[in-house]
């Protein structure tokens, strides 16, 4: 998934907020929070975008039977990317 900067920002603010609403208390500024918020937001599209790239290329061989877009693609990118994805998370 693909975020500009001012979405993340949103983002960033919508949760700081609701961490807000929350009660959760800060050892940091609420400027530090955010900055951090948006750090993570980052690293995790990063590790999408990495993942993508990584089963797109295992999918290459599969591709001229079944085209992306189909079900029978969506499927084996999905079960490849949850895959890929479990690596990561530990």
């Known amino acids: 998934m ?16 609701d961490l807000k609403k ?7 500024d609420e400027i530090t929070v955010l ?3 948006k750090r993570l937001i980052i690293a995790e599209l990063r590790i ?3 993942v ?9 061989p599969y ?3 079944n085209p992306e877009g189909t079900p029978e693609w969506n499927f084996q990118y999905n079960r490849f990317f949850e895959e890929e994805m479990r690596k990561r998370r530990r």
């Open 2 to 17: 693909i975020l500009n900067e001012d979405k993340i920002s949103h983002l960033s603010h919508l949760i700081l907020n």
């Open 22 to 28: 929350g009660l959760a208390t800060f050892k940091e």
């Open 35 to 37: 900055r951090e918020i």
């Open 48 to 50: 999408d975008e990495q």
């Open 52 to 60: 993508d790239t990584i089963v797109r290329k295992k999918l290459t």
């Open 63 to 65: 591709t001229i039977k």
